[in-house]
């Protein structure tokens, strides 16, 4: 059974990076032909799928958010990582790991994580 958690800092300030990092158990992120996306939830707003990076190790993005995203993975660690730079306090939101395939189908969800972005 595949387990994801999220860790990070839950308060930024604004334009700083929000770092994220999800942590995987159960199987390998390079465990064919599985994607590992960011998504989150703004206070009283729906999902928003950020990006996602694949098995093989590219990386897709959403176009609102993809000149301030990036999604890196450590494959020793079995971890993936979201930065979102420039943040203010719009991005503060729930943000969730998820596992799926193909890209966009989300199957396995982290807990969620809060991150708000406040001086």
């Known amino acids: 059974q595949v387990q994801l958690q999220e860790s990070g800092p839950g308060l930024v300030k604004p334009s700083q990076t929000l770092s994220l990092t999800c942590t995987v158990s159960?199987?390998?992120?390079?465990?064919?032909?599985?994607?590992w996306s960011w998504i989150r939830q703004p206070p009283g707003k729906g999902l928003e799928w950020m990006g996602a990076?694949?098995?093989?190790?590219?990386?897709y993005y959403s176009p609102s958010l993809k000149s301030r995203t990036s999604i890196s993975r450590d494959t020793s660690k079995n971890q993936f990582t979201l930065q979102l730079s420039s943040v203010t306090p719009e991005d503060t939101a729930v943000y969730y790991c998820?596992?799926?395939?193909?890209?966009?189908?989300?199957?396995?969800w982290g807990q969620g994580t809060l991150v708000t972005v406040s001086s």
């Open positions: 998820a596992m799926g395939w193909p890209i966009g189908s989300l199957e396995v």
């Open positions: 159960g199987g390998s992120i390079t465990t064919n032909y599985y994607y």
């Open positions: 990076i694949a098995y093989s190790g590219s990386t």
